[in-house]
C-alpha cells in the first residue's frame, strides 16, 4: 500500500520561496512517476511537476523555471522547491505517486491510478 504524507507548506509573501516535502512508503522508486499536483479553491487539480524512475522531470508551464522537483531515494522522500511564488500559486499542494508514465494523460489528469498525500496549504500574499 503506498502512502504518502506532505509538509512544509505556508504563508509566504510574493516573490519569497518555500520547499514542500513528501515521504514516501510502500513502493518502488523506479517504478511509479511521482510529482505534485495542486488545487486552488473553486478551480481544478491541476499537475505541476514530475519525476520519473529515471529522474526525467517534467513541469507545467506555469511553474517552469520557478520551481524544482527532485527526489532522495535513500530517504523515500520527495521534495518541490518553490521560488520566486506568486499569488496564483497559491493553493492545496498534493504529493503523488502512479505506476505510469510521467509524460502520460493518465498522470497529469490525476487519474484513478494515482495515489495522494493528504495535502499542504501554501499562501501568497501580494
Known amino acids: 500500500q503506498v502512502q504518502l504524507r506532505e509538509s512544509g507548506g505556508g504563508s509566504v509573501q510574493a516573490g519569497g520561496s518555500l520547499r514542500l516535502s513528501c515521504t514516501f512508503s510502500g513502493y518502488t522508486w523506479s517504478h511509479y512517476c511521482v510529482g505534485w499536483f495542486r488545487q486552488a479553491p473553486g478551480k481544478e487539480r491541476e499537475g505541476v511537476a514530475s519525476?520519473?524512475?529515471?529522474?526525467?522531470?517534467t513541469y507545467s508551464d506555469s511553474v517552469k523555471g520557478r520551481f524544482t522537483i527532485s527526489k532522495d531515494n535513500a530517504n523515500d522522500t520527495l521534495y518541490l522547491q518553490m521560488n520566486s511564488l506568486k499569488p496564483e500559486d497559491a493553493a492545496m499542494y498534493y504529493c503523488?505517486?502512479?505506476?505510469?508514465?510521467?509524460?502520460?494523460?493518465?498522470?497529469?489528469?490525476?487519474?484513478?491510478?494515482?495515489?495522494w498525500g493528504q495535502g499542504t496549504q501554501v499562501i501568497v500574499s501580494s
Open positions: 519525476i520519473d524512475g529515471g529522474g526525467r522531470t
Open positions: 503523488a505517486a502512479a505506476p505510469l508514465d510521467c509524460y502520460s494523460g493518465p498522470w497529469w489528469r490525476g487519474g484513478r491510478a494515482v495515489r
